[in-house]
């Protein structure tokens, strides 16, 4: 199959210039929905390792228009982003920050293409600006998110206090298998070592222990606001806009990275406080973690099994 690519600019619903690529099936098959692969965070429309253009080709190949673009203020598009600091900034996409940008680049690929169905793609703030998206616009037919965030970030949240027990693990084998590394120990000394994310990973499990023990002899209860998810740093707009999508019969494909602390937080966060609810969906659901990788998709071999996974997904659900 043969494509083509071409520079866009299209206007947002606040008048800024917004800069993409459009790539086209130019023979063989071309199918009725369009892929919309959404900017990861701060990064623009090409995203780390130039996975974004990997992606294209591949999703053009199978016969899909493919468009990528920047968002207001970021890569060449106009616009500014006034955040101090990354992690308030990094709060605000968790929010729906680009949600009327998303919106602005299926107007006009409609009007242009005369395309309404949309398969919404992207990595990190990419995949749950498209999870926001598609619980308010049914012209979104499907979410693929890679590595989605389930947290909100901010200055104003220290989280510290919410690192999952998933993250304490991993950083529990790290510190431990240093314990014979003399420039681990002189980091320690020199204070070049964050001392509360040491202690709480070494003594997190005994911690447990002995809540355990008390909650078995009744001296410790938990009341249902402290078990809640939707304390501390999590993103209450995730399951409200997950279960928007899945009960209207729309899909969602989940692809995680094993090494990422994303996918423990997705994990103690909401799959299993919200395990009943995913059951009734489990048809709409699809969810897929790559083994070793890390929360970019590094390496080839890691970006080649993600990309099969989501072609496998696209050629089942868009026959």
């Given at each position: 199959m043969t494509f083509s690519a071409r520079p866009v600019v299209f206007r947002n619903r606040d008048g800024l210039?917004?800069?993409?690529?459009?790539?086209?099936?130019?023979?063989?098959?071309?199918?009725d929905a369009a892929i919309l692969i959404l900017s990861p965070g701060i990064?623009?429309?090409?995203?780390?390792?130039?996975?974004?253009?990997?992606?294209?080709?591949?999703?053009?190949?199978?016969?899909?228009?493919?468009?990528?673009?920047?968002?207001?203020?970021?890569?060449?598009?106009?616009?500014?982003?006034?955040?101090?600091?990354?992690?308030?900034?990094?709060?605000?996409?968790?929010?729906?920050?680009?949600?009327?940008?998303?919106?602005?680049?299926?107007?006009?690929?409609?009007?242009?293409t005369g395309i309404r169905r949309f398969i919404l793609a992207g990595l990190c703030g990419g995949a749950i600006t498209g999870l926001l998206a598609g619980s308010r616009d049914q012209r979104i037919d499907s979410v693929a998110g890679l590595g989605i965030p389930v947290i909100l970030d901010g200055t104003d949240i220290d989280y510290y206090d919410h690192v999952s027990s998933g993250q304490l693990g991993?950083?529990?084998?790290?510190?431990?298998?240093?314990?014979?590394?003399?420039?681990?120990?002189?980091?320690?000394?020199?204070?070049?070592?964050?001392?509360?994310?040491?202690?709480?990973?070494?003594?997190?499990?005994?911690l447990q222990l002995f809540r355990s023990d008390a909650e078995a002899d009744g001296t410790m209860t938990h009341s249902p606001a402290a078990k809640s998810p939707e304390n501390g740093n999590f993103n209450r707009?995730?399951?409200?806009?997950?279960?928007?999508?899945?009960?209207?019969?729309?899909?969602i494909l989940?692809?995680?990275?094993?090494?990422?602390?994303l996918y423990w937080e997705f994990d103690e966060k909401f799959r299993k406080p919200f395990r009943s609810r995913l059951?009734?969906?489990?048809?709409?659901?699809?969810?897929?973690v790559t083994k070793d990788a890390n929360h970019i998709f590094s390496f080839?071999?890691?970006?080649?099994?993600?990309?099969?996974?989501?072609?496998e997904w696209l050629e089942v659900n868009y026959p």
């Open positions: 210039r917004l800069f993409g690529m459009l790539h086209l099936p130019e023979s063989g098959r071309k199918r990064k623009s429309r090409i995203a780390p390792h130039r996975l974004y253009v990997k992606m294209a080709d591949r999703f053009t190949r199978l016969g899909f228009p493919v468009f990528r673009f920047d968002y207001a203020g970021l890569g060449d598009s106009e616009g500014e982003v006034s955040e101090r600091y990354v992690a308030d900034f990094y709060g605000s996409i968790q929010r729906g920050r680009y949600v009327n940008d998303v919106k602005a680049a299926m107007d006009w690929m409609e009007a242009g991993r950083l529990r084998e790290k510190y431990l298998g240093k314990l014979l590394d003399p420039k681990s120990w002189i980091r320690l000394v020199t204070l070049q070592t964050d001392y509360r994310l040491l202690a709480k990973s070494l003594f997190r499990p005994f707009l995730f399951p409200s806009s997950f279960f928007s999508m899945v009960s209207s019969g729309r899909r989940l692809v995680f990275s094993e090494k990422d602390r059951e009734e969906y489990r048809g709409s659901v699809d969810i897929h080839p071999e890691w970006q080649e099994d993600m990309m099969e996974r989501v072609c």
